[in-house]
């Protein structure tokens, strides 16, 4: 997997992915991030990388000319036909574990992170595929969010997480939130384990979490199961 990222903060944006699992997956080579700075592609001597909205008003806008730049060197340097270009911002629709999935699919991904108030509309035409947020509140800029897809995509990457930690058996990997997890000691301050976790009886365990994740999902995330069809098994679990 390539990921592409064009931002204004290189060293940052690294550093907020380059640990744990993900930073291993950039070591190994299975993910290869590199970051292209719009400061690059500046071609004034002041390296100016932003611009006065027209109507007025507070703020400033992202420079079309270098953003433009950067975005094509980007696409230039892909190796597949279309490569997708998705920009960070507040206005996009919200992105999921299926785009994550999709993104993984495709094997190259270009990331445009979106600071200062925002990109030129016409420039987000041109250029960009999809606009994606991470979910409603405000960021200061497109770094964080782009970090969060990073992370999503590059963790369904084969070979990215071992079996221990395995893609499969992830919270939403069947559009369900994840079951409750124990570990030792088998007593925490008087609170001890569900009985069935310590019953050696698999089959047992596997509908005991099935229910409860969808218990959860049902109590916490109703909108993760509208319009949903439950199978036998999982209705029954549900109003056991
Ligand atoms: Cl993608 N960008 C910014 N600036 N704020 C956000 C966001 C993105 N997603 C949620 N808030």
């Given at each position: 997997?390539?990921?592409?990222?064009?931002?204004?903060?290189?060293?940052?944006?690294?550093?907020?992915?380059?640990?744990?699992?993900?930073?291993?997956?950039?070591?190994?080579?299975?993910?290869?991030?590199?970051?292209?700075?719009?400061?690059?592609?500046?071609?004034?001597?002041?390296?100016?990388?932003?611009?006065?909205?027209?109507?007025?008003?507070?703020?400033?806008?992202?420079?079309?000319?270098?953003?433009?730049?950067?975005?094509?060197?980007?696409?230039?340097?892909?190796?597949?036909?279309?490569?997708?270009?998705?920009?960070?911002?507040?206005?996009?629709?919200?992105?999921?574990?299926?785009?994550?999935?999709?993104?993984?699919?495709?094997?190259?991904?270009?990331?445009?992170?979106g600071r200062y108030e925002g990109v030129d509309e016409r420039l987000i035409a041109r250029e960009i595929d999809e606009e994606w947020s991470i979910g409603d509140y405000v960021l200061s800029g497109g770094e964080?969010?782009?970090?969060?897809?990073?992370?999503?995509?590059?963790?369904?990457?084969?070979?990215?997480?071992?079996?221990?930690?395995?893609?499969?058996?992830?919270?939403?990997?069947?559009?369900?939130?994840?079951?409750?997890?124990?570990?030792?000691?088998?007593?925490?301050?008087?609170?001890?384990?569900?009985?069935?976790?310590?019953?050696?009886?698999?089959?047992?365990?596997?509908?005991?979490?099935?229910?409860?994740?969808?218990?959860?999902?049902?109590?916490?995330?109703?909108?993760?199961?509208?319009?949903?069809?439950?199978?036998?098994?999982?209705?029954?679990?549900?109003?056991?």
């Amino acid at each position: 997997m390539r990921i592409q990222v064009i931002t204004l903060f290189p060293e940052e944006f690294r550093r907020m992915v380059d640990f744990g699992v993900i930073g291993r997956a950039l070591r190994d080579g299975r993910v290869r991030l590199e970051t292209l700075n719009p400061r690059d592609f500046a071609t004034d001597r002041h390296r100016t990388v932003d611009d006065r909205p027209y109507g007025g008003g507070p703020g400033m806008v992202m420079a079309v000319e270098p953003l433009r730049s950067a975005i094509r060197a980007a696409r230039d340097s892909s190796v597949v036909r279309q490569p997708r270009v998705g920009l960070l911002t507040p206005q996009g629709r919200r992105f999921d574990q299926a785009n994550a999935r999709d993104c993984a699919k495709r094997g190259e991904l270009i990331l445009v992170c979106g600071r200062y108030e925002g990109v030129d509309e016409r420039l987000i035409a041109r250029e960009i595929d999809e606009e994606w947020s991470i979910g409603d509140y405000v960021l200061s800029g497109g770094e964080l969010a782009a970090a969060v897809v990073v992370d999503s995509v590059a963790r369904l990457v084969p070979g990215v997480l071992g079996d221990a930690d395995s893609a499969a058996q992830d919270s939403f990997s069947e559009g369900l939130l994840d079951c409750p997890h124990y570990t030792r000691p088998e007593n925490v301050e008087g609170d001890g384990v569900p009985g069935v976790l310590l019953s050696g009886d698999h089959e047992a365990i596997r509908l005991w979490r099935r229910k409860q994740a969808l218990g959860r999902t049902w109590q916490r995330r109703p909108d993760l199961l509208q319009g949903r069809e439950l199978n036998e098994q999982d209705r029954r679990l549900l109003e056991e």
